[in-house]
């Protein structure tokens, strides 16, 4: 069974800085990872994926997340955070992708500081 | 781009009573899912439906819910004599492979 820990349930960051919220996974064979961002009173709103290929995945809003097999991680960041960034993100993992269900970490709550 | 388009976006029903949650998903998608998310905490599978049948349920899935495509185009999940912790975000889903997509949520209150 697959399982993704995200081990902060809040990360404060000044505007302005760098940021990182943390992913790591678990999953037999090749893991197909994703983040989303939900805010107040909303759905999940997609930001990346990584299926395959580059280590280093691009998404939405200037958030890239690094995969690292050796690790089992799947780090979101953003060189420099912005306080509409302030929302609560979810990291999931597949052990396929389009055919079986997501598993979602407990959630990580960013907070940027004007 | 295509969405998976859920009704209604709020819903307030009275302990005890049946709903229904209807969703329409992406129309060349397979694969069909429920999640559920109790206010500001880890969303939760409940259901994954295919080929008219469900190929997998949770634990949460239990005999008070049940999930149906009647015609084709929607996908609903039916919640019988609901309970206080019931009252959750629902979110449907639906994928082909390379591609999933969530609908926007209903949020469930019940009273």
């Known amino acids: 069974a697959q399982s993704v820990a995200q081990p902060e349930d809040q990360v404060n960051v000044a505007e302005g800085n760098p940021l990182t919220v943390k992913c790591t996974y678990s999953?037999?064979?090749?893991?197909?990872l994703f983040w989303y961002v939900q805010y107040p009173n909303r759905g999940l709103q997609f930001l990346l994926k990584?299926?395959?290929?580059?280590?280093l995945v691009k998404g939405s809003y200037g958030f890239e997340a690094e995969f690292n097999k050796s690790q089992t991680s799947f780090h979101l960041k953003k060189p420099s955070a912005l306080v509409s960034d302030s929302a609560l993100y979810f990291c999931?993992?597949?052990?396929?992708?389009?055919?079986?269900?997501?598993?979602f970490g407990t959630g990580t709550r960013l907070t940027i500081i004007p | 781009e295509p969405e998976v388009t859920q009704t209604p976006s709020h819903q307030v029903t009275q302990m005890g009573q049946e709903v229904i949650l209807r969703c329409v998903p992406i129309?060349?998608?397979?694969?069909f899912y429920w999640y559920r998310q109790i206010l500001g905490q880890k969303v939760e599978f409940l259901v994954s439906?295919?080929?008219?049948?469900?190929?997998?349920k949770s634990e949460i899935f239990d005999d008070q819910f049940s999930v149906e495509r009647p015609d084709g185009s929607n996908f609903t999940l039916k919640i019988r004599s609901t309970k206080l912790e019931d009252s959750a975000m629902y979110f449907c889903?639906?994928?082909?492979?390379?591609?999933?997509?969530f609908g926007s949520g209903t949020r469930l209150t019940v009273v």
């Open positions: 439906f295919y080929n008219n049948e469900i190929s997998e």
């Open positions: 999953v037999s064979g090749n893991p197909y």
């Open positions: 999931a993992v597949s052990p396929n992708f389009g055919n079986e269900k997501l598993t």
């Open positions: 889903a639906s994928s082909q492979p390379r591609s999933y997509t």
């Open positions: 129309s060349n998608h397979l694969y």
């Open positions: 990584y299926i395959t290929g580059d280590n």
